[in-house]
């Protein structure tokens, strides 16, 4: 069962998995950052937004977004719902996401993401998170 990124008990999950994930943490070791991950086309009144925060290869906070952190989030990234569960659950990567036109970024710079596009990858590979797949098609 997917993690749902948006509620305050999958929030928590997901953190626990990443850091406790090898793949995260080798990712992320070099990234020091925050993310608004939004749900829906745009970080609005009344969308689900979750704030990251990573550094250190490891994710230092978690949790659902309150007012303001779209302001000080370095990175803005929103998708469907469906999306983020297919992100979740391995059935697709950031990269590819987001070169469908499925994962946008609203916010940051997407140079300054690029390297850190396999840290994404591996945010989706925590314990009882399936490992990213290669899908053809």
Request: proline share 5%.
């Amino acid at each position: 069962m997917a993690t749902d990124l948006f509620s305050t008990d999958g929030v928590a999950l997901w953190q626990v998995r990443l850091n406790a994930s090898p793949r995260f943490a080798e990712a992320a070791a070099e990234w020091t950052g925050s993310l608004l991950l939004v749900e829906g086309s745009e970080a609005a009144a009344g969308s689900r937004q979750t704030w990251v925060r990573v550094g250190g290869g490891r994710c230092l906070e978690a949790r659902t977004a309150v007012p303001g952190d779209a302001d000080r989030a370095d990175f803005v990234l929103t998708a469907s719902p469906h999306t983020w569960g297919a992100l979740v659950a391995a059935q697709t990567t950031p990269a590819r996401a987001a070169m469908t036109g499925r994962l946008r970024l609203t916010k940051g710079e997407l140079f300054a993401l690029i390297p850190h596009a396999r840290g994404g990858a591996a945010k989706q590979g925590g314990p009882g998170v399936a490992a990213p797949t290669r899908r053809r098609g």
